[in-house]
């Protein structure tokens, strides 16, 4: 009786032990995305400037030192930690918010670096998915529009698995910008960083509805 008893609880311990075919395969799956991660990552680290995240180019123009420059630093560090984004995961960036403020309103600023990340993404050789691309060319007397950011005039389902999104905050000086990548369906963060953009940097942008300076406006 003892000896069947005893049989019984190897078995037991056995089968709890034992890990499905399925299971398997995804832990292999997991394990592959990763180390093509890193292999993708170490094979385009090196077309990205050596700077220091931050740091002022030296001997360039004033046009130069804009905030394209910084937000290029920022990447820097993204891509020495990120995980798991290889050139077939399609991304998306989302504007960047400021960290005690609303989260459903954005500012130019944020709005510029994420333009700029944009641009950066696909300078890495990341797909990078424009959500706010309609499904549609609006032809009008005021031009032919194609972006939109009335989320009826976009798809409701895009090839997004990961997103870059961060915060801003405002420091002496200038602003913090905490960037990460987010996986859209595990919430995961796979890679982040962090920079500082200068005030006179950010002060640089001018809104569409504010003129430039030095520019007379006459009324017709």
């Given at each position: 009786?003892?000896?069947?008893?005893?049989?019984?609880?190897?078995?037991?311990?056995?089968?709890?032990c034992s890990v499905?075919?399925?299971?398997?395969?995804?832990?292999?799956?997991?394990?592959?995305?990763?180390?093509?991660?890193?292999g993708?990552?170490?094979?385009?680290?090196?077309?990205?400037?050596?700077?220091?995240?931050?740091?002022?180019?030296?001997?360039?123009?004033?046009?130069?030192?804009?905030?394209n420059h910084?937000?290029?630093?920022?990447?820097?560090?993204?891509?020495?930690?990120?995980?798991?984004?290889?050139?077939?995961?399609?991304?998306?960036?989302?504007?960047?918010?400021?960290?005690?403020?609303?989260?459903?309103?954005?500012?130019?600023?944020?709005?510029?670096?994420?333009e700029s990340?944009?641009?950066?993404?696909h300078?890495?050789?990341?797909?990078?998915?424009?959500i706010?691309?309609?499904?549609?060319?609006?032809?009008?007397?005021?031009?032919?529009?194609v972006?939109?950011?009335?989320?009826?005039?976009?798809?409701?389902?895009?090839?997004?698995?990961?997103?870059?999104?961060?915060?801003?905050?405002?420091h002496?000086?200038?602003?913090?910008v905490?960037?990460?990548?987010?996986?859209?369906?595990?919430?995961?963060?796979?890679?982040?960083?962090?920079?500082?953009?200068?005030?006179?940097?950010?002060?640089?942008?001018?809104?569409?509805?504010?003129?430039?300076?030095?520019?007379?406006?006459?009324?017709?």
């Amino acid at each position: 009786m003892k000896k069947t008893a005893l049989c019984g609880l190897l078995a037991l311990l056995v089968a709890g032990c034992s890990v499905s075919p399925e299971q398997s395969q995804s832990d292999a799956a997991t394990s592959a995305a990763y180390q093509a991660s890193l292999g993708f990552g170490e094979q385009y680290k090196q077309q990205f400037s050596t700077q220091q995240v931050g740091e002022k180019p030296q001997h360039t123009s004033p046009q130069q030192q804009n905030i394209n420059h910084y937000v290029r630093g920022i990447m820097q560090e993204l891509v020495n930690n990120l995980q798991y984004v290889t050139s077939s995961t399609p991304m998306a960036v989302s504007s960047f918010v400021f960290v005690d403020g609303s989260f459903d309103q954005a500012s130019l600023l944020g709005n510029q670096i994420a333009e700029s990340f944009m641009y950066e993404i696909h300078q890495f050789g990341i797909p990078v998915i424009d959500i706010k691309t309609s499904d549609f060319i609006r032809i009008t007397e005021q031009g032919d529009f194609v972006l939109t950011r009335d989320y009826l005039e976009v798809s409701a389902t895009q090839p997004i698995e990961y997103v870059v999104t961060g915060t801003l905050a405002k420091h002496q000086g200038g602003y913090l910008v905490n960037a990460r990548v987010v996986g859209m369906k595990s919430k995961a963060v796979v890679g982040s960083a962090q920079g500082f953009l200068p005030a006179e940097i950010a002060n640089g942008l001018l809104s569409s509805g504010k003129p430039a300076e030095g520019v007379k406006l006459i009324k017709g």
